[in-house]
C-alpha cells in the first residue's frame, strides 16, 4: 500500500534523459509547469501530452512505473475535481438536484483541472525517476547559486534535499512496520470518524518522529565524523559539466516553449475570427 | 609511537533541570587509560553502558575529555586547529548501517569523505575505486544502498572511511544489527584492512568470538579499564567476564569447566582446533574415540544423506518420547501449503513463501531459523493474519482464518507478534500506558486493562517502580521487555518474536530468554523465537524450523536438526559450536553442560 509512492524515488537506468545534466531537467520541469498553465486550449494540452510522453520513452522508465505514483494521488485529483464541478458557476446548467448545480463551464473546468495536475505530477515525477537525487540536489545548488551572494545557505539546503530523499524509502519501510507491530497490538488504522482515525495515528506517528529524532542525530554524527564542514573547502566526486546533449536539450524546450506560446496565440486568434 | 593514547581520560554526562542547574553527573568515562600502537588489532569489550562507545567518539573528537587527555597520532584532541585532521585519520564507523549513509549511490557514499576533505576530483575517483575494491564491494558501486543487505552497507560504510585514507579506523559495534553471514563479512573486511593495508583497527563488540584474533583486548565497566590483555589471558578469566555481563566462546567455556572436573586443559583453550589437541595430550583421548553408544548409531553423520534432494524433510521421529508427548498437545496453530509471492520489483522480492507448512502446539517452544530473505519474518506475519497468503490455508484452533465471518482482531488477540526492534513502537508518556494499549484495543474494562498490564510487566521483570517512568528514559533491554509486555498484556496463547536480542549484549539477551522460558512453562504460551543465534536456539527451543529460499528445510527436534549441521552450513547457517567440538564423538551436542558431562 504505502510502498506504492514513487514520487521522489529514482528509476535506475541508462538513458539520455538519465544523462542529461541535472540543471537542464530542473529548467525543463519549470517550462513544462509554466506552460501547463499558460496553455489554453485542447491542442495546447495534447502537444504537453505529447511532449511528456516523448521524454517518458526517451527515459526508458516503464510508463506502468511512472503511472504508479499517480494511484497514491489518486483522492487528491477526485477532491479537486469534484470540488470545481461542484462550485463553478456557469450559464449552461447540465444536472441540477436541490443546491447541487453541475454547469458545462464546470465539467470543462475539472476536465482541465484534472489533465493539468496529472501533467504536471507526471511530469515532475520523470524529473524525480530520472534523476538521481544527489544530482538534483547538485543542480539546484549550481543553478542557485548566485544567492549565496545574500547569504543564502544554498550548499546546506541542497544537501538537507539530498538526504531527505536517501530517507524516503527508509521512513516508508519504517512506517509500514510500525503500522504493522500496532496492529498487532490491536490498533485500528481503518474504522471510525475522522477525530477517532486522527487519534489512531498517535501510535504511529509518535514513533516515527522519535527514530526520525534519532537517525537524524545518528547521520549528522556520522556526518562529522567524515569531516563534514559545510561547504567550504569542499571538491566534488561529480561535477556537474555541460556536455552537448544539455545544449541540444536547452534547445528543445525553449522550442517546446515556443511551440505552446504560438499554439496559443493561434488558438485564440482563430476563435476570435469563428466568433 | 602510539597512535592512540589516553591518559586519565574522564567524560562526565550531567543531567539538569529546566532552569540549567545539575542534578546528576554521571561518569561514563572515568579514568580510562588506553594504548594503542600503529597497526595493531584492537578489541574493546563491555556490554552496554560500559563507557566503550563513549570512548570511541573520544578518539574520532567527536567529544572532548572533561578531565585528562587523550593523543590521536601525537595531536590533543582538545586542540581544534587538529580537529579534521583528527578526524581524517581516526575514521569511524557506526552500528546502524542506514544512519551513517549519506549518498544514494555507493560510490558518491564513498566519496563523501574525501569531497569533505578538499581532494581533486580525479583523486576521489581513484580513490573510491580503491576503497570499494579493499572491501569487496566494486561491483556495487553503481547500487542504490538501500538495495543491499546489512553487510554490504556495512563495508560501504568502512570503504567510506578507507577512502579518507586514515590511519586508524573506529567500528562501534558494526555487526550489532547484522545477521551471521554479515557479521562474517564485516570482520573478515576489517582484518583484511588491519593485515594488508596495516591500518589501527578498534573494534568495540559485545560478540566474543569476534576478538579472539585481537592483538589485544580491553574490558570496559563502569567507565573504566577492568581488564586489559591478549585474548588467552582476557578470557582465562571466564567467571571475571560472565560477572560483568558478558561471555565467552563455547569451547572456552567447555575447557573451563572441565577444569572445575579436575581435567585441566590449561589457562584458556580458544578454538575447536586446540580444545581437542589439548584434550587429547591430557586424558589420552581422541574425541572421535569418545564412545557414545545411545546415539551414535542414530544420527550417523558420515551417512551419504538424501536431504538434499528433498525439498522438505520431516524429521519427526515417531520413537522419541519427546515427540510422542508432543502429538497429544493441542493443536493451535496449523499453517498448510502457503505461498507468499511478493509484487515483481520491490525491494523484498526475496523473502517470499513457496508452499510452506508449519503447525504450532500449545505450551511449546518453536525456534525458526534462517538466513535473512529466507521467508521467516514473511512466515511469521501470516501466522497473525498481518499478511494474507497468495494460496494455502491458515487454521486458528480449527477455524480457518480466511474464511469471511473470521475476525482477525480476535486472532490477533491470540498470536501476539513481537516484531524486531521492538521497543522502536512504544510511544505512550508512562510504561504503564504503553502496556495498556494492547488490552485497551481489545476492549477490556479500566480493571481489566491495567490487571492485565501489570502482570504482563511482572512477567518481563518490571516492577512497579517503572510504571510511571517515561519509555524512552530506560536501558535498551529494559525497553525491549516494556515492548514484549505490550504483547503479552493481550494473553496470547501463541507469542511470536522476530529476533528479541537482537543488538542486546549477553546480560540482556540471557534474561529476556530466560524470562520467554518461564512464560513458556509458567503460563503455558507458545513461543516461537525466530533467531539467528544458533547457541541460543539449541539451549531454549525444543524443536526448529529451518527456512531457506522461501521453503521449508527442516522441521523437527533440535537435536535431530542440528544433526544435520552440514547442510545446515550449506545454506549459509551453522550449528552451536559445541555441536562442532563433539561432532566427531558421533553424539550431537547441542549445550556446554551436555559436552562437559560426555568429557568428563
Not at chain 1, 509518535?206 to 529524532?213: D, E, K, N
Request: hydrophobic share 40%; charged share 25%.
Amino acid at each position: 500500500m504505502i510502498r506504492d509512492i514513487t514520487i521522489g524515488q529514482y528509476y535506475q537506468v541508462d538513458s539520455i534523459i538519465h544523462r542529461l545534466d541535472p540543471r537542464v531537467k530542473l529548467l525543463a520541469t519549470l517550462i513544462y509547469v509554466v506552460s501547463l498553465f499558460v496553455t489554453n486550449s485542447p491542442v495546447g494540452y495534447a502537444i504537453a501530452i505529447l511532449f511528456l510522453v516523448g521524454c517518458i520513452a526517451l527515459s526508458k522508465v516503464p510508463a506502468k512505473y511512472v503511472l504508479k505514483g499517480l494511484k497514491s494521488l489518486v483522492y487528491i485529483l477526485i477532491f479537486s475535481a469534484t470540488f470545481i464541478l461542484l462550485f463553478t458557476g456557469g450559464e449552461h446548467i447540465v444536472f441540477k438536484y436541490g443546491i447541487i448545480k453541475i454547469s458545462r463551464e464546470g465539467i470543462y473546468n475539472a476536465i482541465e483541472m484534472v489533465v493539468r495536475l496529472t501533467l504536471l505530477l507526471i511530469g515532475s515525477s520523470v524529473m524525480t525517476l530520472t534523476t538521481k537525487p544527489t544530482d538534483m540536489a547538485d543542480g539546484l545548488e549550481k543553478a542557485f547559486g548566485f544567492l549565496k551572494v545574500i547569504k543564502v545557505p544554498v550548499h546546506e539546503m541542497a544537501m538537507m534535499i539530498s538526504i531527505a530523499f536517501r530517507f524516503i524509502p527508509i521512513l516508508v519501510e519504517e512506517t509500514d512496520k510500525i503500522m504493522k507491530a500496532q496492529i498487532a497490538r490491536g490498533a485500528d488504522f481503518e474504522s471510525g470518524g475522522l477525530i477517532k482515525k486522527a487519534k489512531g495515528l498517535i501510535p504511529l506517528l509518535v514513533p516515527l518522529i522519535i527514530s526520525s529524532i534519532k537517525r537524524a542525530l545518528d547521520l549528522a554524527t556520522a556526518m562529522e565524523a567524515r569531516c563534514y564542514n559545510g561547504g567550504e573547502g569542499r571538491t566534488k566526486m561529480k561535477p556537474l559539466k555541460y556536455k552537448k546533449c544539455d545544449f541540444v536539450a536547452y534547445g528543445v524546450q525553449v522550442g517546446y516553449f515556443v511551440m505552446i506560446i504560438v499554439t496559443n496565440i493561434v488558438v485564440k486568434l482563430v476563435i476570435k475570427n469563428v466568433m | 609511537m602510539s597512535i592512540i593514547k589516553s591518559e586519565n581520560l574522564v567524560h562526565k554526562f550531567s543531567v539538569t533541570d529546566e532552569n540549567d542547574n545539575i542534578i546528576e553527573e554521571n561518569s561514563a568515562l572515568d579514568g580510562v587509560n588506553i594504548e594503542v600502537e600503529e597497526g595493531q588489532f584492537i578489541a574493546i569489550l563491555g556490554h552496554n553502558g560500559s563507557g566503550k562507545s563513549t570512548f570511541a567518539r573520544h578518539i574520532n573528537a567527536l567529544l572532548t575529555p572533561d578531565e585528562g587527555t587523550l593523543y590521536v597520532n601525537g595531536w590533543d584532541t582538545k586542540d581544534e586547529s587538529k580537529l579534521w585532521q583528527i578526524r581524517q585519520n581516526a575514521g569511524m564507523v557506526f552500528q546502524n548501517p542506514d544512519n551513517q549513509i549519506i549518498a544514494t549511490v555507493v560510490e558518491e557514499d564513498v566519496g563523501f569523505g574525501p569531497e569533505n576533505l578538499g581532494v581533486p576530483t580525479e583523486e576521489i575517483w581513484d580513490r573510491v575505486e580503491k576503497a570499494l575494491k579493499s572491501v569487496g564491494m566494486l561491483e556495487y558501486r553503481h547500487s542504490s544502498p538501500n538495495k543491499l543487505s546489512g553487510g554490504q552497507k556495512q563495508r560501504v560504510a568502512i570503504a567510506g572511511v578507507v577512502a579518507m585514507k586514515p590511519k586508524c579506523i573506529v567500528l562501534d559495534e558494526p555487526t550489532a544489527m547484522l545477521d551471521p553471514n554479515g557479521r562474517k563479512e564485516v570482520l573478515k573486511t576489517v582484518k583484511e584492512l588491519n593485515e594488508k593495508e596495516n591500518v589501527t583497527v578498534i573494534l568495540i563488540t559485545h560478540y566474543m568470538n569476534e576478538v579472539i584474533d585481537a592483538d589485544k583486548v580491553f574490558v570496559m565497566d563502569k567507565g573504566k579499564v577492568v581488564m586489559e590483555g591478549t585474548p588467552r589471558e582476557i578470557f582465562t578469566n571466564v567467571e571475571e567476564l560472565k560477572k560483568l555481563g558478558l561471555d565467552v566462546p563455547q569451547v572456552t567455556e567447555v575447557a573451563h569447566k572441565l577444569k572445575g572436573e579436575g581435567i585441566n586443559l590449561g589457562d584458556c583453550v580458544l578454538s575447536i582446533k586446540e580444545f581437542k589437541e589439548k584434550y587429547k595430550q591430557v586424558t589420552g583421548k581422541d574425541i572421535a574415540s569418545l564412545n557414545i553408544k545411545e546415539s551414535a548409531k542414530k544420527y550417523d553423520l558420515e551417512e551419504p544423506s538424501e536431504i538434499r534432494d528433498n525439498k522438505i524433510v520431516s524429521l519427526t521421529n515417531s520413537d522419541l518420547d519427546d515427540n510422542s508427548k508432543e502429538n497429544h498437545k493441542k493443536l493451535i496453530l496449523d499453517a498448510k501449503k502457503l505461498t507468499y509471492i511478493y509484487e515483481e520489483g520491490t525491494a523484498n522480492e526475496k523473502g517470499a513463501l513457496n508452499d510452506v507448512s508449519i503447525n504450532i502446539h500449545e505450551g511449546e517452544f518453536l525456534a525458526i531459523i534462517g538466513h535473512t530473505g529466507s521467508g521467516k519474518s514473511t512466515l511469521i506475519q501470516h501466522l497473525n493474519g498481518l499478511m494474507r497468503a497468495d494460496s494455502g490455508t491458515i487454521y486458528f484452533n480449527g477455524e480457518d482464518i480466511y474464511a469471511k465471518e473470521f475476525s482477525m482482531p480476535f486472532l490477533r488477540k491470540h498470536v501476539g507478534l513481537v516484531f524486531q526492534y521492538p521497543e522502536h513502537q512504544l510511544f505512550e508518556t508512562t510504561v504503564l500506558e504503553d502496556v495498556c494499549f494492547g488490552p485497551k484495543n481489545l476492549g477490556l474494562s479500566k480493571d481489566e486493562v491495567l490487571d492485565a498490564a501489570k502482570k504482563a510487566l511482572k512477567q518481563v521483570g518490571l516492577g512497579e517502580k517503572y510504571y510511571e517512568k517515561s519509555p524512552f528514559e530506560l536501558s535498551g533491554g529494559e525497553k525491549r521487555r516494556v515492548a514484549i509486555a505490550g504483547v503479552l498484556a493481550m494473553n496470547p496463547e501463541v507469542l511470536i518474536l522476530d529476533e528479541p536480542t537482537a543488538g542486546l549484549d549477553p546480560k540482556g539477551r540471557d534474561k529476556i530468554l530466560n524470562q520467554l522460558k518461564k512464560l513458556q512453562t509458567e503460563r503455558n504460551i507458545a513461543i516461537v523465537l525466530v533467531s539467528h543465534s544458533m547457541e541460543d536456539v539449541a539451549k531454549y527451543a525444543e524443536r526448529l524450523v529451518v527456512m531457506s529460499g522461501g521453503k521449508k528445510l527442516y522441521d523437527g527436534e533440535c537435536r535431530e536438526v542440528f544433526s544435520h549441521y552440514k547442510e545446515l552450513e550449506e545454506i549459509g547457517l551453522a550449528a552451536p559450536q559445541v555441536t562442532y567440538l563433539m561432532a566427531e564423538s558421533g553424539k550431537t551436542v547441542m549445550t556446554v553442560d551436555e559436552a562437559v558431562d560426555i568429557l568428563r
